[in-house]
């Protein structure tokens, strides 16, 4: 009975072995990002919009996109689209709807030629993917 038990126990951890290597090799990558690089193209990208200019309100959301876009190309997260990055993402964020909403925003304003963007709306889509970035360790 001893000698089956044995054999019984290291099956076992063999098992737990092989198991923790399978969720280790699933699990998030321990990507580093260049934080200062992201850091100062999002405070360039905050820093352009202004109210006085209707057109830096699109401009800034669409830039703000970009680099959440190539955060998540960065981490390597599957998609054509950024709208498929986000859906193979979304449990990295802490505010996913807010992320969303922004990246329909930005999604608006390339396609929809009667779309208006209001300042307002455009400090909350940078607030989002800022939050966005930040969540993903990039900023």
């Known amino acids: 009975m001893p000698y089956s ?8 951890l063999i098992v737990g072995v092989f198991v923790f290597i399978a969720i280790s090799s699933t699990g998030r ?5 260049d934080v200062e690089d992201y850091q100062t193209r999002f405070l360039k990208i905050e820093n352009s919009l202004t109210r006085d200019n ?6 800034a959301v669409i830039e703000a996109d970009k680099l959440l876009d190539r955060a998540l190309m960065e981490l390597g ?9 986000l859906k193979a993402s979304s449990t990295r964020f802490t505010q996913l709807n807010s992320v969303w909403y922004a990246h329909k925003q930005r999604n608006q304003i390339a396609h929809e030629q009667d779309f208006n963007l209001e300042y307002n709306q455009a400090k909350h889509a940078l607030a989002s993917f800022r939050q966005a970035l930040k969540d993903l360790g990039a900023i």
């Open 77 to 85: 997260v599957p998609g054509k689209t950024m709208g498929e990055r």
């Open 29 to 33: 990558r321990n990507h580093r990002f």
């Open 5 to 12: 038990t044995l054999i019984l126990l290291i099956a076992i």
């Open 54 to 59: 209707k057109l830096s309100y699109n401009a």
